[in-house]
């Protein structure tokens, strides 16, 4: 509807309603949503767990296999069984290490699925909960986002680090305990250079945080622009708008290539720097394994091959945490992003309300209605008027006096700040939103069609509805002669973008509002877009639609609404003239002016 349409982007765009950066909320916030998944998810660690510890074990018997080889060089005889026992040990080691490392990555992509399908869920519901006015003020495509990019880079984290970071850390503190066991001094000098790395590593996280908070809403923004473009193609060539357009993309894809350029080379940072201070670490081993190489030749040439695998094993969970704290960076903004959403203030349950109307008569009175969009700026200041059962009503004025914002609140898209709307004496805020919904059809001006066959576009959300229906509403609307054109009748695909033209896609709205088959009806503007012939064959069909039901008619044509039975003539959100046309021409004011000013214009 247009009052939707006009509000569709706040004033500040998709940073208007950023929220402070909180790392440890959001990283609180996944673990708390995946509680159900708690089962497995550590089923998954304690596997994860088992596998390192089968790393750690694999130094000490590779020590042994080397001490054993050793001795043939220092002269001594070689003990093969021992040596085939050893490796036979370490192969098994090996083989249950990458057995336990494939299950456990299997587990975790089910685990990641999960998750994912549970988000992507939990913001399909929220979206039918919370208020429309969410949607006008934030751009669509930002929206599109959170529910795709950020919810698969929690996805993708979930399946690369969480595991992982339990991993790195049994790996980290099982091998500093195999060090120092095996060899103190030697553990000493692996692990000298530990606090250089952490340090660096706290230095680069703590400056990463803050760029891929930004990187993510940078990119939702981009998303939102995308989006922007597609859906208005035809304007942006119509008015030669595409340099400018595009002007304003690269504005905003340079900002996000910026702050990703930034985000990527802080945080790959941390790999140089840790295989340096990896490599200081193996010197210090061969330094510190040079001089207790000789008291014991034999057994310190083992030692040394060992911490080799240890100081490797010791610093790749370090590097991965590295990665994983990275990584994290982005995760915590993407999920600071999508729970901002599921957090944003829902409409009130109305599990609770029970009133009803039996019998629908279609008697729609508003009493005092005062409304604004903000509280610091009422629109409509004290609307009143009775619609009897039948009538149709025809609501006309100027561009922003207030008419689309009246269906919004018949249909309760918006709530009143003041007064009341009642249907058959029973108010609307008494009932529940569908239950006041289903009450109603609309025929909107923008119309909207879905991939799918024709029949299913008229259908839609209706159940069991027979062939003679589906036929009758397609005759009435005017559309039996289109449907019958098609290569494959009702069951011909079309979608938004399909080579049907703005009148017989406004027809099929019309046959879809007749299978609904709703007591009273609202009309918004449904002729404003077609040509003479057209709006001919679409008034009829109304004609049809509205007969013997109560009708609300928004139009800008007024000589489409001569037949109303009452005509409300509304100026800056209020009614200042109401009666038929004749009575309204007769009195000579505002609505006369307006009439006659489109005569005049047409002449």
């Known amino acids: 509807m247009s009052g939707m349409r006009n509000m569709r982007r706040g004033p500040g765009g998709a940073g208007a309603y950023d929220k402070p950066n909180d790392f440890k909320k959001a990283i609180g916030g996944l673990v ?28 000490s018997r590779l020590m042994e296999l080397t001490n054993e080889i050793m001795k043939s060089m220092m002269g001594l005889t070689i003990d093969m069984a021992k040596i085939a026992e050893i490796g036979g040990i370490l192969i098994c080691l090996y083989v249950v290490n990458a057995s336990l490392n494939f299950v456990q990555h299997f587990l975790m992509a089910g685990i990641t699925q999960k998750a994912s399908r549970r988000f992507r869920t939990a913001i399909s519901q929220k979206i039918n909960r919370i208020p429309l006015a969410y949607f006008d003020s934030r751009p669509y495509g930002d ?44 553990a000493l000098a692996a692990i000298a250079t530990v606090p250089v790395s952490a340090i660096f590593m706290m230095i680069i996280v703590r400056r990463t945080q ?21 859906a208005g193609q035809n304007v942006i060539r119509i008015f030669n708008a595409g340099e400018a357009k595009q002007a304003e993309f690269d504005a905003t894809n340079t900002t996000l290539y910026k702050h990703t350029r930034r985000a990527q080379f802080v945080s790959g940072l941390m790999m140089p720097i840790n295989t340096f201070v990896s490599n200081v670490g193996y010197v210090a081993i061969c330094v510190v394994g040079a001089l ?13 091959i060992s911490f080799f695998v ?34 944003e203030e829902e409409q009130e349950d109305e599990s609770y309300k029970t009133a009803t109307v039996e019998n629908v008569r279609g008697e729609v009175e508003f009493r005092n209605v005062v409304f604004g969009y903000t509280p610091d700026r009422m629109i409509i200041h004290g ?43 029973v108010p609307v805020s008494s009932m529940k939103r569908e239950t006041v919904r289903d009450m109603f059809s609309m025929v909107l001006q923008d119309t909207w069609l879905f991939e799918g066959t024709v029949r299913d576009n008229i259908v839609y959300s209706k159940q069991n509805v027979t062939q003679e229906q589906l036929d009758s509403a397609t005759a009435a609307a005017n559309l039996d002669y289109f449907v019958r054109s098609l290569p494959h009748g009702y069951d011909s695909v079309i979608d938004e973008n399909s080579n049907v033209s703005g009148g017989q896609k406004q027809l099929i709205t019309i046959a879809r509002a ?42 800008h044509r007024l000589s489409t609404i001569k037949n109303a039975d009452l005509i409300l003539v509304m100026k800056d959100g209020n009614i200042v003239e109401q009666g038929n046309h004749n009575e309204l021409i007769a009195l000579n004011g505002f609505y006369a002016t307006l009439y006659n000013s489109q005569f005049a214009s047409q002449s």
């Open 514 to 555: 007749m299978v609904q088959n709703s007591p009273m009806m609202i009309l918004d503007e449904a002729t404003s877009n077609v040509d003479t012939r057209t709006e001919e064959l679409i008034q009829e069909a109304m004609d049809r639609l509205t007969a013997g039901r109560t009708s609300f008619v928004i139009a």
């Open 143 to 186: 929206t599109l986002s959170r529910v795709t990019n950020d919810v698969d880079m929690i996805s993708q984290t979930m399946n690369q680090s969480f595991a992982s970071l339990f991993q790195s850390v049994v790996l980290i503190v099982g091998v500093l305990i195999a060090m120092f066991v095996t060899k103190w001094q030697m």
């Open 292 to 304: 207790l190489f000789k008291q014991d030749p034999v057994n310190m040439s083992g030692v040394i």
């Open 32 to 59: 708390r949503f995946l509680r159900p998944e708690y089962p497995v998810l550590i089923f998954s660690i304690i596997i994860a767990c088992m596998a390192s510890v089968c790393n750690i074990i694999a130094p």
């Open 210 to 230: 803050p760029l891929f908070v930004r990187l993510q809403r940078e990119l939702g923004e981009l998303n939102g622009k995308i989006e922007e473009s597609y």
């Open 383 to 425: 609307f009143s008027a009775k619609v009897k059962p039948g009538m149709k009503v025809a609501i006309v004025g100027p561009t922003g006096a207030g008419k689309t914002t009246m269906v919004n609140l018949i249909m309760r898209f918006y709530e009143v700040n003041g007064g009341e709307i009642l249907i058959d004496g």
């Open 310 to 343: 240890y100081v490797r094993l010791f610093q790749n969970p370090i590097n991965q945490l590295g990665q994983i704290f990275n990584q994290l960076q982005s995760t915590a903004a993407a999920g600071e992003r999508v729970f901002e959403f599921l957090d």
